[in-house]
């Protein structure tokens, strides 16, 4: 049997006295779209840094791709891609200048570089821009080029934070697609947050409810809604577990950065 991509055992991680994640246990498969979702400050974000390496646990461990987070942090590095929410691209460079960038940070060797470029630019459908100022691009085609970035390298887990806010209904369907052939092309373990109920349902395979920094709730969508009962949504599901709506929760900084985002990708 093939080990998880993720594996998570009791995992806490505690600021002074508050625990932003209380004894998280989970595994996700290989290969699987696993989509982590909750209200702000329920410990989503303090998850997935942990599962990249940016913060230690306080308590608890968990493995990556095989890797010890702690033990193998560099390992898991390796191992891994990130789309954070903020973006990461540098608007004054080329696609192709913010992919070689990328390349020489992944440590991709030398005579492989100009390739994998060509075959990210091409796989993501960015050939024809591929030397244009990313400043120049859209929402939906920053977004894609970013996870060109994080899969240069080839990484058996890819992280997605909030992967599609501020984008339109088209730039946002262009970047499931996306998503979708990577995990076709190269088996990518895939694990997302979002706020959007229907990205949770278009792409995740099974999903983990976070609340107040537990898991309150994990399976696939249907399983998840015949728990709230006959024709439940997503949006039902998740107020049931959380108690709360898709719009509430967050502190000013939260919502400024999701704005700020929006404004920029817009």
Same mark, same amino acid.
């Given at each position: 049997?093939?080990?998880?991509?993720?594996?998570?055992?009791?995992?806490?991680?505690?600021?002074?006295?508050?625990?932003?994640?209380?004894?998280?246990?989970?595994?996700?498969?290989?290969?699987?779209?696993?989509?982590?979702?909750?209200?702000?400050?329920?410990?989503?974000?303090?998850?997935?840094?942990? @599962?990249?390496?940016?913060?230690?646990?306080?308590?608890?461990? #968990? =493995?990556? %791709?095989?890797?010890?987070? &702690? !033990?193998?942090? $560099?390992?898991?590095?390796?191992?891994?891609?990130?789309?954070?929410?903020?973006?990461?691209?540098?608007?004054?460079?080329?696609?192709?200048?913010?992919?070689?960038?990328?390349?020489?940070?992944?440590?991709?060797?030398?005579?492989?570089?100009?390739?994998?470029?060509?075959?990210?630019?091409?796989?993501?459908?960015?050939?024809?821009?591929?030397?244009?100022?990313?400043?120049?691009?859209?929402?939906?085609?920053?977004?894609?080029?970013?996870?060109?970035?994080?899969?240069?390298?080839?990484?058996?887990?890819?992280? @997605?934070?909030?992967?599609?806010?501020?984008?339109?209904?088209? #730039? =946002?369907? %262009?970047?499931?697609?996306? &998503? !979708?052939?990577? $995990?076709?092309?190269?088996?990518?373990?895939?694990?997302?947050?979002?706020?959007?109920?229907?990205?949770?349902?278009?792409?995740?395979?099974?999903?983990?409810?976070?609340?107040?920094?537990?898991?309150?709730?994990?399976?696939?969508?249907?399983?998840?809604?015949?728990?709230?009962?006959?024709?439940?949504?997503?949006?039902?599901?998740?107020?049931?577990?959380?108690?709360?709506?898709?719009?509430?929760?967050?502190?000013?900084?939260?919502?400024?950065?999701?704005?700020?985002?929006?404004?920029?990708?817009?």
């Amino acid at each position: 049997m093939t080990a998880p991509a993720i594996e998570c055992a009791a995992l806490t991680r505690r600021f002074d006295a508050l625990t932003a994640v209380d004894a998280l246990t989970l595994q996700v498969a290989d290969g699987e779209v696993f989509g982590l979702l909750g209200p702000n400050g329920a410990g989503k974000t303090t998850t997935i840094k942990m @599962l990249i390496t940016l913060l230690d646990p306080t308590s608890g461990g #968990a =493995r990556v %791709a095989g890797h010890d987070i &702690v !033990r193998d942090a $560099r390992a898991v590095r390796r191992s891994i891609g990130y789309v954070p929410q903020l973006l990461s691209s540098d608007g004054t460079l080329s696609a192709r200048e913010n992919l070689d960038i990328s390349t020489r940070l992944y440590h991709v060797p030398r005579g492989e570089r100009r390739q994998r470029i060509d075959e990210a630019l091409e796989f993501m459908g960015l050939s024809e821009v591929g030397d244009k100022l990313v400043r120049t691009f859209s929402g939906g085609m920053i977004r894609r080029l970013e996870i060109a970035q994080a899969m240069l390298h080839r990484p058996a887990v890819l992280f @997605l934070d909030e992967p599609t806010v501020g984008l339109d209904p088209v #730039a =946002r369907r %262009a970047v499931w697609e996306h &998503v !979708r052939r990577l $995990r076709e092309r190269d088996g990518t373990t895939v694990m997302l947050t979002t706020h959007y109920m229907d990205e949770a349902a278009e792409l995740c395979e099974r999903l983990g409810i976070m609340h107040l920094g537990k898991l309150a709730a994990l399976g696939t969508p249907a399983e998840l809604a015949a728990q709230v009962g006959p024709g439940a949504t997503l949006d039902a599901v998740f107020t049931h577990f959380t108690g709360s709506g898709l719009d509430e929760g967050g502190s000013y900084r939260d919502v400024a950065r999701t704005r700020r985002t929006a404004r920029r990708l817009g």
